[in-house]
């Protein structure tokens, strides 16, 4: 998993390796991370040799960088406009030092140096600049970046993005952080990445991850994403004080989803009971029903309301459906049918397709009271429960509550914008004052356990899934995650299930096409996005172990 890191975080780090022990020094940080934004960023330019850079440096750290890279620039062989106007006093001693250096290299042809200290910088020369640059280096603002973009920064960012529309697109190499992201949030000022911030090709970032550049809107300003260690010390690097958070790779899904034990059984791969449906909307609950079928389920059974019985029997073959009671839709005097079932199941998914009948929210309040399962609670389900959610804390078993952004701000009475300007803080406070587990789907998902202590980021999917019914099909596939012969804790099983919806509907994409595919596709992909990340596993087990091995296995020729 990527650790991802906030501003705060990396400033704790940045002074414990310039501390004793390690005491390391800030100019030579500060000289690695320049460098570093050189050599990573090589690959996009096509090598430095003649380039034209601008480089435009701000009067923080970020800014310091920028001078570095200069000088490494011009050891590679390009021309360098450096743009700096910040009043020097206010600048580090190790900014300040690199600063000299490079005024002594200013040759006002190789090595242009525009300082305007205090002032804003001329903006014809530097659009001149910056249209004849085949790069454009941004260290503005790094992770000291707070609020929205002030004067003069703000008019020099506008102008960058304005040459990059108009003309020859230079390379945008961010330095650290795309200037006017907020590092921690991705929020950007006016939350219009063309002019609040910096759009970058490509982020080269310094020790560690920050959560801001995989968030929305400042991962579409972050461009790709390159991390360069700048030699910090690795135990320093480790640290995971406070929340953590991490983004989920391939890895640690394929890690989890170990092969079904030869001898195994139905039995052992669980029970999933799917409680969904109404007159209005059956196909919500059929939708689980097939996501957990096509994630792995031992069983999967569906109680959908008598009345809707006929149309989802049959539908798929291999889940046992049923009505249960006598309506159209859940009413109190089902609980107790349901709460019998419920012994038979391992896991129940409740709440797709229920509907908003004032009647079924007894029935859901009630089966939440004395179900004695793990539940997954979603859609309907989580609108029943709205005024009641002390109902989670009663429970002896866990509950995962899977909202999106529109049914988490019903829950929490937050606004969607103020959920998305502190997400990872929102889920946690919400988590750990009711004691349950939250899969917030959305771009990306998060997935917080009730202690709230760590946070997992899912970025799997793609816009083709913004359509009714994945969200569905993501219940079942949590519920099938979740009772495993492995039995994974329930974050770990929430987060492998955000992983795999993700990877089946980007496999549609290459599949089927980038929008316009169904959930049930979706779902059908999910074995084969299992199958592609056991074969990536197979190949680093392959690649860690010398092929001489597999030779002595007989696999040679
Ligand atoms: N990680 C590491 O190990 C290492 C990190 N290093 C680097 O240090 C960077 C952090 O440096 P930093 O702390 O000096 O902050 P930085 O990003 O330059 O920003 C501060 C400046 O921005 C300004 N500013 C703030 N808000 C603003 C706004 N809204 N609009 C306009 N301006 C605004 C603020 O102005 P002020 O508020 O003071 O007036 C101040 O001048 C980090 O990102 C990385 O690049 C490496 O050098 C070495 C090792
Ligand atoms: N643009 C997108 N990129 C990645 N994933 C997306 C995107 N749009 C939607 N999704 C995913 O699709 C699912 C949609 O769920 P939801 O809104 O609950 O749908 P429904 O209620 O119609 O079933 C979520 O898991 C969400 O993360
Ligand atoms: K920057």
């Known amino acids: 998993m990527k650790t991802l890191y906030t501003a705060a975080q990396m400033r704790q780090m940045d002074r414990e390796a310039m501390a004793a022990p390690y005491g390391l020094s800030p100019t030579v940080l500060m000289e690695n991370a320049g460098a570093a934004v050189i050599a990573k960023g090589a690959a996009y330019v096509g090598g430095w040799n003649r ?14 960088d920028g001078l570095v890279a200069a000088r490494h620039a011009l050891a ?44 804003l910088p001329d903006l014809a020369m530097l659009r001149r600049h910056i249209e004849s640059s085949q790069v454009v280096v941004d260290a503005l603002v790094g992770t000291g970046f707070h609020g929205a973009l002030r004067e003069p920064t703000a008019t020099v960012v506008r102008l960058v993005g304005k040459c990059i529309r108009t003309t020859a697109s230079p390379v945008v190499l961010a330095v650290d952080m795309p200037s006017g992201v907020d590092a921690d949030t991705g929020a950007v000022s006016g939350d219009d990445p063309e002019t609040g911030a910096i759009t970058a090709t490509a982020t080269i970032t310094f020790g560690a991850y920050k959560r801001g550049l995989f968030q929305y ?43 079904r034990s030869p001898n195994g059984h139905k039995g052992m791969h669980g029970t999933v009971g799917i409680v969904g449906g109404s007159e209005s909307m059956s196909g919500a609950a059929l939708l689980a029903a097939c996501g957990a079928v096509r994630s792995g389920a031992g069983k999967v059974c569906l109680r959908v309301p008598a009345k809707v019985a006929p149309a989802c029997m ?94 988490f701000s019903r829950l929490t009475g937050c606004s969607v914008a103020a959920i998305q300007a502190d997400s990872v803080g929102t ?88 929008y316009g595919y169904t959930p049930e596709e979706l ?34 020729e």
Not at 352 to 379: I, S
Not at 462 to 479: P, Y
């Open 427 to 514: 889920v946690q406070a919400f988590a750990r004052s009711r004691g349950v587990y939250v899969l917030l789907k959305g771009t990306p998902t998060y997935i917080v356990s009730p202690t709230g202590q760590t946070v997992y980021v899912n970025e799997t999917g793609n816009a083709g899934m913004s359509c009714g019914g994945m969200g569905d099909v993501l219940t079942g596939i949590v519920a099938a995650m979740w009772v495993r012969e492995t039995h994974p804790a329930p974050a770990e099983a929430a987060f492998m299930a955000a992983y795999l919806h993700g990877a089946a509907g980007d496999r549609c994409v290459r599949t089927i096409g980038s």
């Open 217 to 259: 809107p400042g991962k579409i300003c972050a461009g790709e994403v390159l991390r360069d260690p700048i030699g910090m010390p690795f135990p320093v690097l480790q640290r995971t004080a406070g929340t953590v958070t991490y983004m989920v790779e391939a890895a640690d899904v394929a890690a989890r989803l170990s092969l």
């Open 76 to 119: 590679a062989g390009a021309q360098v406009y450096v743009y700096i106007w910040g009043d020097e006093t206010t600048y580090s001693p190790e900014s300040r030092e690199h600063l000299q250096t490079l005024r002594a290299m200013a040759d006002g042809k190789t090595c242009v140096l525009a300082e305007t200290p205090g002032a």
């Open 51 to 64: 380039k034209r850079v601008t480089i435009l440096c701000g009067k923080g750290n970020n800014g310091g």
């Open 314 to 407: 049959g539908k798929y073959t291999e889940v046992m459906a049923a009505g249960a009671g006598t309506g159209g839709h859940f009413t109190e005097a089902d609980v107790q049918t349901v709460c019998e079932e419920a012994r038979n199941w391992s896991v129940l998914a409740l709440g797709p397709g229920l509907g908003r009948y004032a009647e079924t929210q007894a029935f859901v309040r009630q089966v939440l009271q004395r179900a004695a399962l793990p539940v997954v609670l979603d859609a309907d389900g989580l609108y029943h429960v709205q005024a009641a959610q002390d109902i989670f804390q009663q429970r002896a078993y866990p509950v995962i509550l899977t909202p999106h952004l529109g049914e």
């Open 523 to 556: 779902a059908k992909a999910v074995p084969q996005a299992i199958r592609e990340l056991e074969r990536q596993a197979a190949d680093r087990y392959r690649e860690m172990v010398p092929s001489s091995h597999f030779e002595d296995q007989g696999g040679g």
